[in-house]
C-alpha cells in the first residue's frame, strides 16, 4: 500500500502586514496524518486517513513517505504534530 500524508489544518486566521493591511488567512498545521491513496489515483489521498478521519477538508502534503527512504514517513518540520494513531500504524 502506499501512503500519502495530509494535514489537517487550524481555522484560517487574517494577518496582518507591516503596513496595516489584512492578508490572505494563514493556516496552520494542526495534525499530520497519513492516509492510503485513493483507488485509480496514485497522487490523491483516499477517503480517510489511517485513523479513520474524513480527508475531504485536509490539505496533501508534498512529502511522500516512498521517497524517502530511511526517514520518518512524516515532514521533519511537523514532528511535533504527527497523530499517534496514525504513527502507530505506519511503524508497524
Do not use: K, N
Request: hydrophobic content about 35%; overall charge negative; some cysteine.
Amino acid at each position: 500500500m502506499s501512503e500519502i500524508v495530509v494535514y489537517e489544518l487550524d481555522r484560517p486566521v487574517a494577518t496582518r502586514s507591516a503596513t496595516g493591511s489584512t492578508r490572505g488567512a494563514d493556516r496552520r498545521v494542526r495534525t499530520v496524518h497519513a492516509a492510503p491513496t485513493a483507488p485509480g489515483s496514485p497522487t490523491a489521498a483516499g477517503p480517510r486517513t489511517l485513523c479513520g478521519r474524513d480527508t475531504f477538508a485536509m490539505e496533501t502534503a508534498d512529502w511522500r513517505p516512498s521517497e524517502h527512504p530511511g526517514a520518518p514517513w512524516y515532514p521533519a518540520e511537523h514532528a511535533s504534530v504527527v497523530c499517534p494513531d496514525c504513527d502507530a500504524v505506519m511503524e508497524t
